[in-house]
């Protein structure tokens, strides 16, 4: 049995209560606070065999510190809830431990709090926490017909690097990609002071969730396949682009005029037409690339 | 496999956007936001024979609303991990949603994100948020030598209640204990108010629980058998009066002359001394019960 506490606080203001009390205290600014949760599972989520305890660690915090920034929002702190079999070493955990650190590190967030217990299945559950610029949250639900929609980061290089892991490779970039994520935690915020009617990151895949910001807004999207290639390395297919999850790009409805930044690949607009195209087509199977998805992927 | 979204938030103004997004914004007073986080594994922390998915959802929230009163704090919002079997049904799933909203409802929280997951074993990880009086959080560290000790809630019902279902027995006031905590979440930041030096929640058993407490607080404790007696229902053995953990009775250190309140029972003073007596004299085994801790209850 690992042991009963996560790891402290950083040197980080914000947090006012660290670890080892009944609960933690944050700071915040703005009296606002964003919060979400993610669970991940052994064997689905994440392979032991592929991925080191600290790469687990990487990813579960990229994972919820993402959703963070897909709000507009600065991440602060995490809850890491972890329950875990009697058999997993200790030195495992503090892999974990230190990859959840080093992740947040990125962002100047702290693990604040946690809960070890014991479990036939390996289960990591985290939350994050966050604050908001003075524009708010970006919701998924704000995109308007005529808003420009733009893309900042990778796509399909994570499912590249699983079909790789799956086939043997245990190095290389895109392997890499798989194993530790790097979402653009400062655009969120960035995109947010931009003006963005509706953003969210791809963790389903990129038709999935622009499926997701369509639908809640009520509107469609146009996307343009030569742009989303340039968010992608050469041995990433076209379908990892599409419907590859994990890489968590951010994904934002601009409205037209806005003074476009250098960093934002411009790769669609959004129309009245419900659905999500592809230069102006249906892409076969969009949104049903199931094997890539992040509830499927616990079947793996 | 159950649905991908938990309950939605009841109409509490704290909640400034709910479930369905990237994330959950939360309004908070006082710039401050207390957060715990709890595991529960199926087969230790609870027991699908013993407790229907219901009774899961109300203890799953109120061992984590009783984090944040231990804290002085009120309870504004949870967020809900569900790391679930195919097989678990999805009435199952809707109940335990019923539960954590009802609980919830005691104080006025809602449930504002979750996520749900595919895995070999049923894991609920809950996040609880809250905010602080303006007295600010009451740790376990704070307690002082002549500090009054004082007890509101159950002790012992909840391990009375589990010997009960170990024995066969379904129905009953004990039984429903362990079922459903009932944890006094009103008095936390009334404790606080009142010039709490030092508070924490029985979750692993009073021996035990203040004697994080008194270690924390580099003190020692003598609890009055007599006085705890008047906190456990007849059916209540002394062993478990003193080791049973999970009813989340709030202990709290005060200091000598504080106007005592009716609803709060004297049990024990603060001295130099480390340790934790009750009459004067060390418990045989104090601490030890670990059959009622929440760690060891995950091997039940």
Redesign the interface.
């Known amino acids: 049995?690992p042991g009963?506490v996560l790891p402290g606080p950083g040197a980080d203001a914000r947090v006012?209560?660290g670890p080892?009390?009944?609960?933690?205290?944050?700071?915040?600014?703005g009296?606002?606070?964003?919060?979400?949760?993610?669970?991940?599972?052994d064997?689905?989520?994440f392979r032991r065999d592929y991925s080191s305890g600290y790469d687990v660690g990487r990813k579960a915090a990229a994972q919820n510190l993402a959703?963070?920034a897909?709000?507009g929002?600065r991440a602060t702190?995490l809850?890491?809830?972890?329950?875990a079999p009697d058999e997993l070493a200790v030195s495992w955990v503090e892999r974990l431990t230190d990859g959840l650190r080093d992740e947040c590190a990125h962002v100047g967030a702290s693990v604040?709090?946690?809960?070890?217990?014991?479990?036939?299945?390996l289960?990591i559950?985290v939350?994050?926490?966050?604050e908001?610029t003075e524009r708010?949250?970006v919701?998924?639900?704000g995109a308007r017909p005529g808003d420009l929609v733009g893309v900042v980061g990778r796509l399909g290089h994570a499912a590249a690097g699983l079909r790789l892991l799956r086939a043997g490779e245990r190095a290389g970039e895109l392997v890499d990609a798989h194993r530790r994520p790097e979402p653009p935690y400062e655009r969120g915020p960035q995109l947010a002071v931009l003006g963005a009617h509706a953003?969210?990151?791809v963790s389903d895949g990129l038709l999935a969730d622009v499926g997701h910001l369509a639908t809640?807004s009520g509107v469609g999207v146009d996307l343009d396949r030569a742009a989303l290639r340039t968010l992608a390395a050469a041995g990433v297919t076209d379908e990892e682009m599409l419907a590859g999850g994990d890489d968590h790009a951010l994904v934002a409805a601009l409205p037209a005029g806005t003074a476009w930044p250098e960093w934002l690949t411009l790769v669609g607009r959004v129309g009245t037409a419900l659905g999500v195209l592809v230069d102006g087509a249906e892409v076969a199977g969009a949104g049903g690339h199931e094997h890539f998805t992040?509830?499927s992927a616990?079947?793996d």
Chains 1, 2 share one sequence.
């Open positions: 049995m009963p006012l209560l080892g009390d009944d609960g933690a205290v944050l700071g915040v600014a009296g606002r606070v964003v919060a979400s949760t993610d669970v991940l599972v064997g689905g989520h959703d963070i897909a709000m929002g702190a809850l890491v809830g972890l329950a604040v709090g946690g809960d070890v217990v014991r479990s036939p299945t289960v559950a939350t994050a926490l966050g908001l708010g949250p919701t998924r639900s953003m969210i990151d809640a992040g509830g616990a079947t």
